[in-house]
């Protein structure tokens, strides 16, 4: 692990909210151990290894019955933890794995059988050296026969370059964390409002409303992040996806608290229907439907 990497939370607290049933931790990894699943060679950083019966540990503590497991940068294009913990969950993990633009058909398939049920774009410098547009589409048209979706992470410096290409490609598109606005300045902010409008005309784009921890500047109980997933939560019901993060990587002055970012479901999705539509519907939906 790096000197300055912050291990996960060792004791996160009860959640006063309790998820409805069927609920999903939509956005979480598993890293290593290092013993077994080595880290990429290309890595950006290198985590506490976080493995899947921690995970699985932590999901059933914070009431949750599933999960949407997402191969994170450190991992590389080697899918093998993610596969790892998606055999080990009992049908109760769904995975998005990251792929070569020159996967075998026959690699893409037994991942689909291993559960992964997307790829993900990483856009993020700091995370990924950038990869040609034309790697990235190779792998959309790769996937579309599997049903696949597609989900991009990005900062939100980078929207306006990306919407282009973003809604250029097929099928549902899922973005991480929002695609990470400026909190400091305010859910008003026109740049806000221009990812809130790609959402308005692009009704195959959905949002991950995740990551209060990584986008606060005041801190928790992350009161200035509520406004942004709420607007997105009530305008788009059907098209957001919540997630832990779990095990937070990169985090660097905050060590989040799990139960304090569960606490924060109900304000940003203020009733019942709101919050059976975001821990439920909407990702059994995406991940587990048989018509996906
Ligand atoms: C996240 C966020 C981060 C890391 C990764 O793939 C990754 O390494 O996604 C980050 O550093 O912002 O979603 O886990």
Known sequence: MDADYRPFHPNPSKPRYVPPPGAVDAHCHVFGPAATFAYAPERKYTPCDAPKEALFELRDFLGFERNVIVQASCHGRDNAALVDALGAANGRAKGVAVVRPDIGDDELAALDAAGVRAVRFNFVKRLVDATPRENYLRI??????????IVVYFEA???????????????TIVVDHMGRPDIAKGVEHP??????????????????????????????????????????????????????DW???????????????????PRIAPTPALQQALLVDNPNRLYWSAQR
């Not at 959309?140 to 979706?149: C, E, T, V």
């Not at 410096?157 to 099928?171: A, H, K, N, R, Y």
């Open 157 to 171: 410096p980078d929207l306006e370059s990306l919407t282009p290409f973003i809604t250029s490609l097929p099928g």
């Open 140 to 149: 959309a048209d790769k996937i579309a026969p599997l049903g696949w979706h």
């Open 191 to 244: 740049d806000f409002g221009r990812f809130v409008q790609l959402l308005a005309d692009h009704d195959n784009i959905w949002s991950k409303v995740s990551c209060p921890e990584r986008l606060t500047v005041a801190g928790p109980p992350y009161d200035d992040v509520v406004p942004f997933a709420r607007t997105l939560v009530e305008r788009f019901p059907d098209r957001v996806l919540w997630g832990t």
């Open 247 to 265: 095990p937070h990587p990169n985090m660097t002055w905050l060590v989040p608290d799990d139960g304090e970012l569960v606490d924060v479901i």
